[in-house]
């Protein structure tokens, strides 16, 4: 009996915090499931990888590549200073994204790289109605892609 | 964006500022007339250069378009497109005199004009006249007016109503906006000349610096007369003729 008044006091005593401690560690625990879900679908820079080094570590692209695209197209446009290192058409070409066929796949498709992070966050970029989406083709098949 | 690690532009920049300081005398004056090569990369166009074409009408052939298709495969464009909206960047053009009967037959394109109608009546500052003297259409500012269309005397710029799709990588093109002859300026900025130079012929279209003396083009200007389509306009066109 004296164990049990004991028992409930603690319980009377302790409970809330550690039901909110509980709560706590469960809710950090799902936040970061979540997060590591959200970095998971993020689309995949591997390939690009192969074909050699980013103008910045893939961290740094995913929030500064707006503001380097802004720069670099003023300065192309407008003076005329061409850096490929940073063209629109590099950025298509490693990133390129393929169907099952192994055709690359346009800014239409939900598939392509920019595509997969703008969806998600509800951004959408007009880029591609002027600009090329997919690597260049050679010359022969530009007549029949036409 | 300071964070940004960009050591070859900002020597390059050095670089330019340096050039500048030890050639320039004062606002305006230079020592030497600037060399014609192209650009070191990283350095951006500038007044010292001005890029021209000199087109000899007397050397088109009759039924040559040799110019047009060159062009039309170089951005993308195609010749014959939907009536009306179709785009021509560069197009033959005959005229006769009523009088003798003669008749001419010439490639029209955007004259590049010193003083671009195109460029005065853009609400947006898209349509340019970067500093070589290359009028461009910035299409990421391009609102789809069309005063430049209807502002230029030459009929040379048009928009673009249909979308696009497989653009150039070099010459993006858009719906909604306005275009036009870029003077094939990814070519020259690489130390090449225009599409339509290049496949022509005959030798009647000469590309080069109009600022250089030493160029090919003002070889031919200071041997025989050249003039400019509308020359009564005073533009100041980039692209002048002769033969007409």
């Known amino acids: 009996m004296t164990q049990g008044v004991t028992s409930s006091g603690w319980l009377r005593r302790y409970g809330a915090p550690l039901a909110v401690g509980i709560a706590a560690l469960v809710i950090a625990v799902l936040a970061l499931r979540l997060a590591n879900d959200a970095r998971a679908s993020l689309p995949s820079t591997e390939m690009a990888a192969a074909r050699g080094p980013c103008l910045l570590p893939a961290e740094q692209m995913r929030r500064a590549h707006m503001d380097l695209l802004l720069h670099e197209r003023r300065v192309a446009v407008r003076e005329g200073i061409r850096n490929p290192q940073a063209s629109l058409e590099r950025c298509v070409t490693c990133h390129a994204t393929h169907d099952a066929a192994g055709i690359s796949l346009s800014a239409n498709d939900p598939r392509h790289f920019c595509r997969a992070c703008h969806d998600q966050v509800a951004v959408r970029v007009d880029c591609f109605s002027c600009h090329r989406a997919t690597p260049a083709i050679a010359a022969a098949d530009t007549e029949t892609a036409r | ?244």
Not at chain 2, 117 to 123: G, I, N, Q, Y
Not at chain 2, 225 to 241: F, K
């Open chain 2, 1 to 244: 964006m300071s964070a940004r690690p960009d050591p070859g532009r900002r020597d390059a920049l050095k670089l330019a500022l340096a050039g500048g300081v030890a050639s320039a005398l004062g606002p305006g004056l230079f020592l030497v007339a600037a060399p014609a090569e192209a650009r070191a990369p990283g350095l951006a166009a500038s007044s010292a250069q001005r890029w021209g074409i000199l087109i000899d009408a007397a050397r088109c052939a009759e039924d040559c378009s040799l110019c047009v298709q060159a062009c039309s495969d170089e951005h993308g464009w195609t010749v014959g497109g939907p009536p009306g909206r179709e785009p021509q960047w560069i197009r033959t053009v005959a005229a006769t005199d009523p009088v003798s009967g003669r008749s001419v037959r010439l490639p029209l394109m955007c004259q590049h004009c010193a003083l671009p109608p195109c460029a005065d009546v853009c609400p947006t500052t898209a349509t340019f006249r970067r500093a070589d003297g290359i009028v461009l259409v910035d299409r990421h500012l391009c609102i789809g007016c069309r005063y430049c269309v209807m502002a230029c005397p030459f009929n040379v710029r048009f928009f673009l109503g249909d979308a696009v799709d497989n653009q150039r990588p070099h010459s993006p093109r858009g719906k909604g906006t306005a275009e036009g002859c870029t003077l094939c300026v990814h070519r020259v900025d690489a130390g090449g000349e225009p599409a339509c130079v290049e496949a022509c012929t005959t030798g009647a279209m000469v590309f080069g610096d109009l600022n250089d003396p030493q160029s090919a083009i003002r070889d031919s200007l200071a041997s025989l007369p050249a003039t400019r389509l509308r020359a009564d306009l005073t533009l100041g066109q980039s692209v002048q003729y002769r033969g007409l």
